[in-house]
């Protein structure tokens, strides 16, 4: 594929109809399961040790979340994506609530070690991380700029190799391009919950059919836009919810940009 | 009871309002409980081998899924469904994902030998449930005609004494009547996660007040016809979910076919 | 703050955004944070044992749901509520499904042995702890006056020194002001899973911000109001489960009793 625009990319994702195995939290499975189903993918979860290496290997790609990460849930995250690795499944990495234990930060951190494709945090979780990972190297610089955020995610983009998309009011993809900026949605959809991890989740299904940088920025686009469709009415949250499911069905190429992607 | 029809049944349920004890995955357990509560079940949703016997035998019905199976939940399956059969619970085996790991297949194999009432499944799962016994069995012949998805579950249901319900475009039910056939429903219902789940709990509901072949009949055309209820202003997959919902509840006895069933 | 009315309360909730973390059970995780983020909290789902009571450390409240415990989750709930204790933030007992089996009740008695500042059950729960506390100290007498469902409470809100809230058709706080009782809401409400969850959950942030008594009754009289405006347009129960999250969110301090707390 020459064309990586959105738009060129949710037509062929809806095409491939690409199967994303999920290792996520409880609070979002089935949520992350029908956001992936009405953006047109094939949603499967399987976390068990004994079969999230096989599945991940007839997968078109893996989503690795923590957000009620535990000891047998991180010994299967780690096993899927080494597993992925091997096989060549591109996989993303949501970490969420970095920063706010110990045992989430050094497991996120674990888990970068492995080299996804995609990290897709809100700024604090980017910022713990570089911060954690910046204090275990000892003597890399990464003092603040004007844009700590940004700082940080650029910082974990050359540390890992990977590309780093940091979401919120606008959303910023640092990849081989440079950061690309992406405006858009609306502040309700944080009354919303898992639609953090629905974002990461629509990652893992671009990511099975484009390369990382293009794959998060069609992603973080579709769900803008899918965002801004579902706030028609002016809905409370649980329509919010509801109408983002819809919206994530009904948004269409020609929706979302066709050309190349704007670049801050 | 001499009438099983799926009328008299949906009346029968509603009377009764059976106590439902499920042993589901992590993507459906919300929608499952309020799939049975608004059909007019009572759910319960137990899963710790620490209780999961003593549950059922409080229980009407018992429902097993695979979905998202791991070392604990399998043991508590496997504990739960003993109970039912010593106490005389009748179960339903869902083999959410049979045949795409070598775990899955086992689990769901170590479960139909267990002898469920019902096994609710889609045609694959089937055709990869017979096909794997087949080999375990060593020449016992499966060869397909021109239906591999009813030769399977025909084989399934010989080899195991129990009911087994093909789920799809049109549904079958195979029984000690021979194969039911069960038209209706709308294809979009595959873009919501864990239909194929619930119309399991509605397996288990009816189980509670009828014998499984007329039990999975009931359920599947009961499923059928509220899917169309629910595509009333050909809602996007977030509003035909809520809509679901809305419609096993508001489904009424009079809205099901009254007679004996539509054999095949 | 010297007015802990539900209005003056809820207007505190929504200033204070506070972090409730949760250990709750696999049905209603992700309506449970829906539920705390349309009333304008910030909720946390985190039940490892690796980072249970650091969490507590950083959050307003802790709500201990017991609705789909196992051992691990049942460890990480007694060192959530002792990192509680110690740190003197305040939690919340939700006794699911106490009686239904000796696991559930033993766990439910060891919990409140660590002393939340409030237990919310239904009667028949709050009955069966009573009941089996009684047993388990021989010679208390908790002879049933006309009304068990409240001896039952005010017997275990004398035994373990803590607030309890029966919550049914009327709901009922029991508390150093003696017994306050609730009315409104809907029977319908029922009918969607969680909603007893949903209510604890409600109870865990405003104990973010008030005493346990002047929480429960603000808990317990937000969801009575938001029912009753999400029954509008008398909702099957998929829709009714939207609108509640609706209503959490558009409910204003107007809306709930300004003055005094009715004291039955």
């Known amino acids: 594929m020459t064309d990586h625009s959105p738009a060129a990319l949710l037509s062929a994702v809806r095409a491939a109809r690409p199967l994303v195995q999920n290792i996520t939290n409880t609070v979002v499975t089935n949520f992350t399961a029908n956001v992936l189903l009405a953006l047109g993918a094939s949603p499967a979860m399987v976390d068990a040790a004994e079969e999230a290496a096989d599945f991940?290997?007839?997968s078109g790609a893996l989503v690795v979340n923590i957000g009620t990460l535990n000891a047998r849930t991180v010994?299967?995250?780690?096993?899927?994506a080494e597993a992925a690795n091997e096989a060549g499944v591109p996989w993303v990495l949501d970490p969420v609530g970095a920063g706010a234990t110990a045992y989430r930060t050094q497991t996120a951190l674990d888990l970068l070690a492995l080299r996804p494709a995609v990290v897709r945090g809100n700024a604090g979780e980017i910022m713990a991380l570089a911060g954690a990972q910046d204090r275990s190297q000892k003597g890399v610089d990464s003092a603040a700029g004007t844009d700590a955020a940004l700082d940080a995610a650029q910082y974990l983009a050359s540390t890992f190799g990977c590309v780093v998309a940091v979401t919120g009011e606008t959303d910023r993809v640092i990849g081989p391009s440079g950061v690309t900026a992406i405006s858009g949605g609306h502040a309700r959809i944080q009354l919303v919950t898992g639609t953090g991890c629905a974002t990461t989740a629509l990652v893992g299904a671009f990511l099975a059919v484009a390369r990382p940088e293009a794959a998060a920025i069609a992603a973080l686009t579709t769900m803008k836009r899918a965002t801004e469709i579902?706030?028609?009415?002016?809905?409370?949250?649980?329509?919010?919810a509801v109408q983002l499911l819809d919206a994530l069905h009904a948004v269409q190429p020609a929706d979302l940009p066709a050309g190349a992607s704007q670049t801050a």
């Open 230 to 240: 579902a706030m028609r009415g002016d809905p409370g949250p649980g329509t919010l």
């Open 75 to 80: 010994a299967s995250m780690k096993l899927a």
């Open 56 to 58: 991940v290997r007839i």
